[in-house]
Protein backbone atom coordinates (compact mmCIF):
# COMPACT_ATOMS: atom_id res chain seq x y z
CA UNK A 1 0.00 0.00 0.00
CA UNK A 2 2.97 2.39 0.75
CA UNK A 3 4.45 1.43 -2.52
CA UNK A 4 0.78 2.34 -4.40
CA UNK A 5 1.04 5.66 -2.45
CA UNK A 6 4.58 6.30 -3.39
CA UNK A 7 3.42 5.50 -7.15
CA UNK A 8 0.61 7.73 -7.07
CA UNK A 9 2.93 10.93 -5.22
CA UNK A 10 5.38 10.18 -7.84
CA UNK A 11 2.44 10.97 -10.83
CA UNK A 12 0.89 13.60 -9.40
CA UNK A 13 4.89 14.95 -9.11
CA UNK A 14 5.11 14.25 -13.27
CA UNK A 15 1.79 15.74 -13.66
CA UNK A 16 2.28 18.58 -12.02
CA UNK A 17 5.96 19.39 -14.34
CA UNK A 18 4.21 18.20 -17.21
CA UNK A 19 1.32 21.32 -16.39
CA UNK A 20 3.88 23.68 -15.56
CA UNK A 21 6.04 23.01 -18.37
CA UNK A 22 3.22 22.95 -20.65
CA UNK A 23 1.83 26.59 -19.04
CA UNK A 24 5.33 28.21 -19.90
CA UNK A 25 5.67 26.96 -23.32
CA UNK A 26 1.94 28.38 -23.79
CA UNK A 27 2.82 32.02 -22.36
CA UNK A 28 5.64 32.18 -24.25
CA UNK A 29 3.96 30.84 -27.28
CA UNK A 30 1.02 33.90 -26.62
CA UNK A 31 4.34 36.51 -26.50
CA UNK A 32 5.36 35.26 -29.71
CA UNK A 33 3.19 36.44 -32.79
CA UNK A 34 4.47 33.70 -35.50
CA UNK A 35 3.96 30.82 -33.08
CA UNK A 36 0.85 31.79 -31.86
CA UNK A 37 -1.52 29.87 -34.72
CA UNK A 38 -0.26 26.15 -33.16
CA UNK A 39 0.75 26.62 -29.95
CA UNK A 40 -2.51 27.08 -28.25
CA UNK A 41 -4.86 23.38 -28.72
CA UNK A 42 -8.48 23.44 -29.84
CA UNK A 43 -9.87 23.51 -26.47
CA UNK A 44 -7.68 26.77 -26.23
CA UNK A 45 -8.08 28.52 -29.57
CA UNK A 46 -10.65 31.14 -30.50
CA UNK A 47 -12.94 30.18 -33.13
CA UNK A 48 -11.23 32.14 -35.56
CA UNK A 49 -7.90 30.44 -34.36
CA UNK A 50 -8.36 26.88 -34.54
CA UNK A 51 -6.89 24.30 -37.01
CA UNK A 52 -8.19 23.77 -40.73
CA UNK A 53 -9.35 20.82 -41.79
CA UNK A 54 -6.44 20.44 -43.51
CA UNK A 55 -4.33 20.71 -40.65
CA UNK A 56 -2.85 17.24 -39.73
CA UNK A 57 -4.14 16.62 -35.76
CA UNK A 58 -3.72 14.08 -33.48
CA UNK A 59 -6.01 10.88 -34.44
CA UNK A 60 -8.59 9.76 -31.69
CA UNK A 61 -7.49 12.88 -29.04
CA UNK A 62 -9.52 16.00 -28.26
CA UNK A 63 -6.76 18.34 -27.47
CA UNK A 64 -2.92 18.72 -28.21
CA UNK A 65 -0.36 17.33 -25.91
CA UNK A 66 3.28 18.42 -25.37
CA UNK A 67 4.58 15.85 -27.73
CA UNK A 68 2.00 16.62 -30.53
CA UNK A 69 3.54 20.53 -29.51
CA UNK A 70 7.12 19.34 -29.98
CA UNK A 71 6.83 17.15 -32.91
CA UNK A 72 4.51 18.95 -35.23
CA UNK A 73 5.00 22.35 -36.97
CA UNK A 74 2.85 23.73 -39.35
CA UNK A 75 3.60 25.22 -42.96
CA UNK A 76 4.95 28.60 -42.18
CA UNK A 77 4.01 32.05 -45.08
CA UNK A 78 5.68 31.14 -48.56
CA UNK A 79 8.93 32.99 -49.00
CA UNK A 80 9.47 35.95 -51.20
CA UNK A 81 9.64 35.21 -54.78
CA UNK A 82 13.16 35.73 -55.83
CA UNK A 83 14.75 38.71 -57.18
CA UNK A 84 15.04 38.73 -61.16
CA UNK A 85 18.37 39.87 -62.95
CA UNK A 86 18.91 42.97 -63.19
CA UNK A 87 18.59 43.08 -67.03
CA UNK A 88 15.48 41.71 -66.51
CA UNK A 89 13.90 44.52 -65.19
CA UNK A 90 14.00 46.78 -67.79
CA UNK A 91 11.26 47.10 -70.25
CA UNK A 92 10.40 48.91 -72.95
CA UNK A 93 7.73 51.93 -72.31
CA UNK A 94 4.58 52.61 -74.57
CA UNK A 95 6.31 55.56 -76.26
CA UNK A 96 9.59 53.44 -76.82
CA UNK A 97 7.02 51.15 -78.43
CA UNK A 98 5.76 53.02 -80.86
CA UNK A 99 9.50 54.42 -81.91
CA UNK A 100 10.42 51.25 -82.60
CA UNK A 101 7.71 50.64 -84.85
CA UNK A 102 8.31 53.99 -86.66
CA UNK A 103 11.72 53.06 -87.55
CA UNK A 104 11.62 49.45 -87.90
CA UNK A 105 8.01 48.83 -89.67
CA UNK A 106 8.01 53.17 -91.26
CA UNK A 107 11.44 54.63 -92.00
CA UNK A 108 13.24 51.49 -93.02
CA UNK A 109 10.07 50.42 -95.57
CA UNK A 110 9.70 53.94 -96.77
CA UNK A 111 13.22 54.13 -97.54
CA UNK A 112 12.62 51.62 -100.71
CA UNK A 113 9.50 53.54 -101.52
CA UNK A 114 11.60 56.50 -103.51
CA UNK A 115 14.46 54.91 -105.50
CA UNK A 116 11.90 52.21 -106.84
CA UNK A 117 9.61 55.05 -107.76
CA UNK A 118 12.67 56.87 -110.09
CA UNK A 119 13.53 53.23 -111.23
CA UNK A 120 9.77 52.43 -112.59
CA UNK A 121 9.83 55.86 -114.18
CA UNK A 122 13.13 55.59 -115.78
CA UNK A 123 12.20 52.20 -116.88
CA UNK A 124 8.77 52.66 -119.10
CA UNK A 125 8.08 56.33 -118.19
CA UNK A 126 4.70 55.53 -115.43
CA UNK A 127 3.91 58.93 -114.31
CA UNK A 128 3.22 59.37 -110.45
CA UNK A 129 -0.16 59.82 -109.97
CA UNK A 130 -0.30 56.11 -112.05
CA UNK A 131 1.26 54.54 -109.33
CA UNK A 132 -0.51 55.97 -106.40
CA UNK A 133 -3.48 54.63 -107.85
CA UNK A 134 -1.73 51.39 -108.02
CA UNK A 135 -1.32 51.74 -104.07
CA UNK A 136 -4.74 53.23 -103.61
CA UNK A 137 -5.91 50.44 -105.12
CA UNK A 138 -4.33 48.26 -102.78
CA UNK A 139 -6.29 49.87 -99.98
CA UNK A 140 -9.42 49.07 -100.95
CA UNK A 141 -8.63 45.29 -99.79
CA UNK A 142 -9.24 46.76 -96.35
CA UNK A 143 -12.99 46.65 -96.92
CA UNK A 144 -13.01 42.76 -96.04
CA UNK A 145 -11.49 43.33 -92.96
CA UNK A 146 -14.22 46.21 -92.11
CA UNK A 147 -16.80 43.80 -93.10
CA UNK A 148 -15.73 41.23 -91.17
CA UNK A 149 -15.62 43.47 -88.23
CA UNK A 150 -19.66 44.55 -89.01
CA UNK A 151 -17.99 47.89 -88.71
CA UNK A 152 -18.74 51.33 -90.64
CA UNK A 153 -16.84 51.60 -94.08
CA UNK A 154 -16.60 55.42 -93.51
CA UNK A 155 -16.59 55.36 -89.42
CA UNK A 156 -18.89 56.91 -87.04
CA UNK A 157 -20.86 59.52 -88.30
CA UNK A 158 -19.34 61.73 -85.31
CA UNK A 159 -15.76 61.02 -86.81
CA UNK A 160 -16.61 60.51 -90.40
CA UNK A 161 -15.91 64.10 -91.35
CA UNK A 162 -12.30 64.12 -89.68
CA UNK A 163 -11.54 60.70 -90.99
CA UNK A 164 -12.53 61.71 -94.71
CA UNK A 165 -10.08 64.64 -93.98
CA UNK A 166 -7.22 62.91 -92.72
CA UNK A 167 -7.69 60.45 -96.31
CA UNK A 168 -7.52 63.84 -98.17
CA UNK A 169 -4.73 65.05 -96.58
CA UNK A 170 -2.59 62.31 -97.00
CA UNK A 171 -3.61 61.60 -100.64
CA UNK A 172 -2.27 65.07 -101.35
CA UNK A 173 1.11 64.20 -99.33
CA UNK A 174 2.00 61.33 -101.11
CA UNK A 175 1.18 62.67 -104.35
CA UNK A 176 3.09 65.53 -103.97
CA UNK A 177 6.09 63.31 -102.37
CA UNK A 178 5.82 61.05 -105.27
CA UNK A 179 5.77 64.05 -107.98
CA UNK A 180 8.90 65.69 -106.57
CA UNK A 181 10.97 62.17 -106.63
CA UNK A 182 10.40 62.10 -110.38
CA UNK A 183 12.61 65.75 -110.40
CA UNK A 184 15.08 65.97 -108.16
CA UNK A 185 17.44 63.14 -106.51
CA UNK A 186 15.69 60.66 -104.50
CA UNK A 187 17.52 61.55 -101.24
CA UNK A 188 17.16 65.15 -101.34
CA UNK A 189 13.29 64.95 -102.11
CA UNK A 190 13.13 62.57 -99.28
CA UNK A 191 15.15 64.86 -97.00
CA UNK A 192 12.94 68.05 -97.60
CA UNK A 193 9.77 66.43 -97.10
CA UNK A 194 11.26 64.38 -93.36
CA UNK A 195 12.46 67.98 -92.27
CA UNK A 196 8.99 70.16 -93.49
CA UNK A 197 7.16 67.14 -91.49
CA UNK A 198 9.23 67.16 -88.48
CA UNK A 199 8.96 71.27 -88.49
CA UNK A 200 5.42 71.06 -89.22
CA UNK A 201 4.54 68.07 -85.93
CA UNK A 202 6.42 69.60 -83.23
CA UNK A 203 4.30 73.55 -84.29
CA UNK A 204 1.08 71.75 -84.24
CA UNK A 205 1.99 69.89 -81.55
CA UNK A 206 2.96 72.73 -79.45
CA UNK A 207 -0.03 74.94 -81.06
CA UNK A 208 -3.03 72.80 -81.02
CA UNK A 209 -2.12 69.47 -78.73
CA UNK A 210 0.02 72.17 -75.88
CA UNK A 211 2.48 68.82 -75.74
CA UNK A 212 5.41 69.10 -73.55
CA UNK A 213 8.82 67.51 -74.85
CA UNK A 214 11.88 66.74 -72.63
CA UNK A 215 15.45 68.12 -73.12
CA UNK A 216 16.42 65.23 -75.14
CA UNK A 217 13.75 65.21 -77.00
CA UNK A 218 14.54 68.31 -78.46
CA UNK A 219 18.15 67.44 -78.33
CA UNK A 220 16.92 64.71 -80.82
CA UNK A 221 14.61 66.66 -82.54
CA UNK A 222 17.13 69.99 -83.26
CA UNK A 223 19.87 67.20 -84.45
CA UNK A 224 17.77 65.74 -86.98
CA UNK A 225 16.85 68.64 -88.60
CA UNK A 226 20.79 69.76 -88.44
CA UNK A 227 21.13 66.15 -90.54
CA UNK A 228 18.64 66.95 -93.05
CA UNK A 229 20.26 70.65 -93.38
CA UNK A 230 23.66 69.21 -93.70
CA UNK A 231 21.88 67.01 -96.66
CA UNK A 232 20.10 69.43 -98.67
CA UNK A 233 21.76 72.98 -98.23
CA UNK A 234 24.76 72.26 -100.44
CA UNK A 235 22.53 70.87 -103.09
CA UNK A 236 20.24 73.40 -102.94
CA UNK A 237 23.00 76.10 -103.23
CA UNK A 238 24.96 74.29 -106.10
CA UNK A 239 22.08 73.57 -108.28
CA UNK A 240 22.58 73.55 -112.10
CA UNK A 241 20.63 76.55 -113.77
CA UNK A 242 19.48 75.15 -116.71
CA UNK A 243 17.28 72.77 -114.11
CA UNK A 244 16.79 75.48 -111.22
CA UNK A 245 13.32 76.13 -112.07
CA UNK A 246 12.29 72.17 -112.12
CA UNK A 247 14.26 71.47 -109.14
CA UNK A 248 12.87 74.43 -107.53
CA UNK A 249 9.39 73.28 -107.86
CA UNK A 250 10.36 69.95 -107.01
CA UNK A 251 11.56 70.79 -103.32
CA UNK A 252 8.50 73.07 -102.98
CA UNK A 253 6.07 69.78 -103.73
CA UNK A 254 8.26 67.53 -101.23
CA UNK A 255 7.96 70.33 -98.63
CA UNK A 256 4.49 70.88 -98.93
CA UNK A 257 4.24 66.75 -99.26
CA UNK A 258 6.12 66.80 -95.58
CA UNK A 259 3.48 69.28 -94.62
CA UNK A 260 1.03 67.14 -94.94
CA UNK A 261 2.05 64.45 -93.91
CA UNK A 262 2.36 65.82 -90.00
CA UNK A 263 -0.87 67.81 -90.37
CA UNK A 264 -2.45 64.19 -91.37
CA UNK A 265 -0.63 62.37 -88.12
CA UNK A 266 -1.92 64.69 -85.87
CA UNK A 267 -5.66 64.68 -87.31
CA UNK A 268 -5.21 60.91 -86.81
CA UNK A 269 -3.81 60.90 -83.30
CA UNK A 270 -6.92 62.84 -82.49
CA UNK A 271 -9.19 60.00 -84.16
CA UNK A 272 -10.94 57.55 -81.43
CA UNK A 273 -13.17 55.42 -82.29
CA UNK A 274 -12.63 51.13 -83.11
CA UNK A 275 -10.99 49.81 -85.98
CA UNK A 276 -9.89 53.54 -87.02
CA UNK A 277 -6.40 52.06 -88.21
CA UNK A 278 -8.08 49.93 -91.22
CA UNK A 279 -10.70 52.45 -91.49
CA UNK A 280 -8.36 55.40 -92.52
CA UNK A 281 -6.77 53.15 -94.40
CA UNK A 282 -9.74 51.87 -96.53
CA UNK A 283 -10.69 55.91 -97.01
CA UNK A 284 -7.59 56.81 -98.63
CA UNK A 285 -7.98 53.88 -101.17
CA UNK A 286 -11.64 55.51 -101.88
CA UNK A 287 -10.15 58.91 -101.82
CA UNK A 288 -7.33 58.29 -104.08
CA UNK A 289 -8.97 56.48 -106.38
CA UNK A 290 -11.04 59.08 -106.74
CA UNK A 291 -8.71 61.78 -107.10
CA UNK A 292 -5.72 59.77 -108.94
CA UNK A 293 -8.55 58.48 -111.99
CA UNK A 294 -9.63 61.96 -113.48
CA UNK A 295 -6.18 63.73 -112.18
CA UNK A 296 -3.62 60.67 -114.27
CA UNK A 297 -5.77 62.18 -117.59
CA UNK A 298 -5.62 65.60 -116.75
CA UNK A 299 -2.29 65.97 -116.05
CA UNK A 300 -0.07 63.51 -116.98
CA UNK A 301 -0.04 61.13 -119.63
CA UNK A 302 -0.67 57.17 -118.14
CA UNK A 303 1.57 54.45 -119.47
CA UNK A 304 0.72 50.76 -119.39
CA UNK A 305 3.64 48.86 -118.29
CA UNK A 306 4.64 45.58 -120.00
CA UNK A 307 8.14 45.01 -118.70
CA UNK A 308 8.75 42.70 -115.31
CA UNK A 309 11.12 45.81 -113.87
CA UNK A 310 8.47 47.99 -113.54
CA UNK A 311 5.89 45.86 -112.36
CA UNK A 312 8.09 44.51 -109.81
CA UNK A 313 8.73 48.14 -108.64
CA UNK A 314 5.48 49.12 -109.11
CA UNK A 315 3.84 46.16 -106.87
CA UNK A 316 6.79 46.86 -104.43
CA UNK A 317 6.17 50.38 -103.86
CA UNK A 318 2.37 49.28 -103.03
CA UNK A 319 3.36 47.00 -100.31
CA UNK A 320 6.10 48.86 -98.96
CA UNK A 321 4.11 52.40 -98.79
CA UNK A 322 1.12 50.43 -97.48
CA UNK A 323 3.47 49.01 -94.20
CA UNK A 324 5.21 52.42 -93.85
CA UNK A 325 1.61 53.96 -93.67
CA UNK A 326 0.37 51.61 -91.26
CA UNK A 327 2.80 51.89 -88.74
CA UNK A 328 3.65 55.43 -88.72
CA UNK A 329 -0.56 55.91 -87.98
CA UNK A 330 0.13 53.08 -85.18
CA UNK A 331 3.08 54.93 -83.75
CA UNK A 332 1.82 58.86 -83.32
CA UNK A 333 -1.23 56.75 -80.93
CA UNK A 334 1.91 55.80 -78.61
CA UNK A 335 4.40 58.68 -79.61
CA UNK A 336 4.76 62.43 -79.78
CA UNK A 337 3.97 63.21 -83.58
CA UNK A 338 7.13 65.30 -84.13
CA UNK A 339 9.47 62.38 -82.39
CA UNK A 340 7.70 60.06 -85.25
CA UNK A 341 8.40 62.57 -87.10
CA UNK A 342 11.75 62.51 -86.37
CA UNK A 343 12.30 58.45 -86.12
CA UNK A 344 11.04 58.51 -89.48
CA UNK A 345 14.11 60.29 -90.80
CA UNK A 346 15.29 56.59 -91.11
CA UNK A 347 13.72 56.93 -94.57
CA UNK A 348 16.26 59.29 -95.70
CA UNK A 349 19.27 56.94 -94.83
CA UNK A 350 17.70 53.92 -96.05
CA UNK A 351 17.05 55.83 -99.52
CA UNK A 352 20.85 56.90 -100.08
CA UNK A 353 22.12 54.02 -99.46
CA UNK A 354 19.89 52.39 -102.09
CA UNK A 355 20.60 55.99 -104.15
CA UNK A 356 24.27 54.58 -103.91
CA UNK A 357 24.13 51.12 -104.19
CA UNK A 358 20.92 50.43 -106.49
CA UNK A 359 20.83 53.59 -108.82
CA UNK A 360 24.19 54.73 -108.75
CA UNK A 361 23.58 58.11 -107.96
CA UNK A 362 26.52 60.27 -106.43
CA UNK A 363 26.56 60.30 -102.51
CA UNK A 364 28.67 63.28 -101.56
CA UNK A 365 30.50 63.83 -98.10
CA UNK A 366 27.69 66.09 -96.73
CA UNK A 367 24.95 63.41 -97.33
CA UNK A 368 27.22 60.75 -95.40
CA UNK A 369 27.93 63.88 -92.82
CA UNK A 370 23.92 64.62 -92.74
CA UNK A 371 22.86 60.78 -92.25
CA UNK A 372 25.25 59.79 -89.15
CA UNK A 373 23.74 63.22 -87.51
CA UNK A 374 20.52 61.65 -88.11
CA UNK A 375 21.48 58.48 -87.03
CA UNK A 376 23.07 59.74 -83.62
CA UNK A 377 19.70 61.97 -83.31
CA UNK A 378 17.68 59.25 -83.34
CA UNK A 379 19.53 56.62 -80.84
CA UNK A 380 19.26 59.80 -78.20
CA UNK A 381 15.35 59.87 -79.05
CA UNK A 382 15.05 56.15 -78.45
CA UNK A 383 17.43 55.41 -75.79
CA UNK A 384 15.62 58.14 -73.45
CA UNK A 385 12.16 56.49 -74.04
CA UNK A 386 13.26 53.16 -72.02
CA UNK A 387 11.68 52.86 -68.70
CA UNK A 388 12.68 50.95 -65.86
CA UNK A 389 10.24 48.96 -63.41
CA UNK A 390 12.43 47.85 -60.76
CA UNK A 391 11.72 50.21 -58.29
CA UNK A 392 7.88 49.63 -58.69
CA UNK A 393 8.54 46.35 -57.94
CA UNK A 394 10.91 46.58 -55.48
CA UNK A 395 7.83 48.96 -53.55
CA UNK A 396 5.19 46.03 -54.21
CA UNK A 397 8.00 43.00 -52.49
CA UNK A 398 8.22 45.04 -49.43
CA UNK A 399 4.76 46.30 -49.23
CA UNK A 400 3.61 42.36 -49.90
CA UNK A 401 6.03 40.52 -47.22
CA UNK A 402 7.35 43.18 -44.81
CA UNK A 403 3.82 43.08 -42.88
Not at 1 to 20: A, E, F, G, N
Not at 24 to 30: M, P, V
Not at 87 to 93: A, D, G
Request: hydrophobic content about 45%; charged content about 15%; glycine content about 6%.
Amino acid sequence: MYDDITISCRTVKQTRLLLCFYGSLRLWCNSSECLQSFCTGPPLCTPEERPMASEPRPANKGAWTVADLLHFSPPCSPPPPPRRPAWTRYRLSESMKGLLVALLGGGVPAGFVAPFSRMANEASGIPSLEILLFRCVLHLLFICHIRWKKAPFFGPPEARQRALLHASVNVISIGCAYSSFMVVPSGNAATVRKGSSTISSVLLALCIENSHLTGYDWFGLVGSILGLLIMVVPDVLNLDKSTRLDDTFGYLLACLGGIALAFGLVIFRALDFPAKLVTVAFLFGVVGSLVCSPMMFLLQEPVMPLDPLTWTCVVTISFLALLSFLCASYAVTKAHPALVCAVLHSEVVVTLAVQYYVLREAVTPFDIMGAGVILGSIVIITAQNISCDAAEEDDTAVGRFGR
